[in-house]
């Protein structure tokens, strides 16, 4: 079987460091193999931070209709009240060439603990993320069944 490679569901990158990433690296090979393991990171100048994840079907299903909200009111949140790292993500400003992003990761269960990044993102960003959605689709297929 072929070493599956990993890749990032989410990679926000800003335009001065900062970044959220939420990288698949494979199924679960422990538990239920529909389930995709990964990791969260946060990098900044003055906090650096990874975190395990475990991304189920549904929550590849609720990440595309997050994107779908960013893209028409620019506030939203992924597995909020799960038993999982949540994801919110707000536009505090759209300009014609960037959007301002707060990115707030919050680990209600394993650190107990939250990290909130200001990230200055260039234009098509939303884009960008639904093409890692289907990138990840494709890498790991039948999801949801």
């Known amino acids: 079987m072929p070493e599956q490679r990993s890749v ?10 900062n970044s959220v990433v ?17 990791e969260i990171a946060v990098d900044t100048k003055f906090v650096k931070g990874t ?4 991304i189920f079907p549904e929550d590849l299903t609720t990440w595309r209709t997050v994107l779908d909200q960013l893209a028409q009111d620019g506030n939203a949140s992924w597995r909020k009240g799960q038993k999982a790292a949540e994801l919110h993500i707000e536009i505090v400003d759209r ?5 301002r992003v707060r990115v707030s990761v919050v680990d209600r269960s394993m650190s107990q603990a939250t990290a909130q990044v200001l990230l200055d993102l260039a234009d ?5 993320l639904r093409s890692r ?8 297929p039948d999801q949801n069944g």
């Open 51 to 54: 975190l395990p994840t475990w």
């Open 95 to 99: 300009d014609e060439d960037e959007d």
């Open 8 to 17: 990032d569901l989410v990679h926000l990158a800003g335009l001065y460091g």
């Open 22 to 38: 939420i990288r698949v690296s494979g199924r679960d090979t422990k538990g239920d193999p529909r389930v995709l393991v990964g």
């Open 133 to 140: 959605l289907d990138e990840v689709l494709k890498e790991w």
């Open 124 to 128: 098509g960003w939303i884009d960008e």
